[in-house]
């Protein structure tokens, strides 16, 4: 690649990377929202409740059963958290795979 091209291509890495980390993001807020409605007993037929729930529930669905909740404990929905923890996973590893490919390494930000 020649000289001129040189920063185009570095911004277009960061434009790339910074979209793979919004949108994680933005799914990993949903589900820490989630989490915390859930903690605090949120009333689930409540219209931005249940559209939490609803749109999180594909994400945590997978977790589900890992661990067992003891009945009558707080609901701490460990799915959840294990949903955030591979998500957050799974992000730094999308990027980091894009940053391989383009053999960018902890470059500035252009």
Same mark, same amino acid.
């Given at each position: 690649?020649?000289?001129?091209?040189a920063p185009a291509a570095a911004a277009s890495i960061w434009t790339?990377?910074?979209v793979i980390a919004l949108v994680f993001t933005v799914?990993?807020?949903?589900?820490?929202?989630?989490f915390a409605f859930k903690l605090l007993g949120a009333n689930a037929d409540q219209p931005f409740v249940s +559209?939490?729930?609803? /749109?999180t529930e594909p994400l945590v669905?997978?977790?589900?059963?890992?661990?067992a909740?003891? @009945?009558? !404990?707080p609901v701490?929905?460990?799915? +959840?958290?294990?949903? /955030?923890?591979?998500?957050?996973l799974v992000a730094a590893l999308i990027v980091a795979l894009v940053r @391989?490919? !383009?053999?960018?390494?902890?470059?500035?930000?252009?």
């Open positions: 690649m020649n000289v001129s091209g790339v990377t910074r799914l990993e807020v949903l589900l820490l929202v989630r +559209a939490i729930y609803g /749109i669905g997978p977790f589900r059963g890992i661990f909740q003891p @009945a009558g !404990t701490v929905e460990i799915a +959840a958290l294990l949903s /955030i923890l591979f998500f957050v @391989a490919y !383009t053999g960018r390494r902890g470059d500035a930000n252009p």
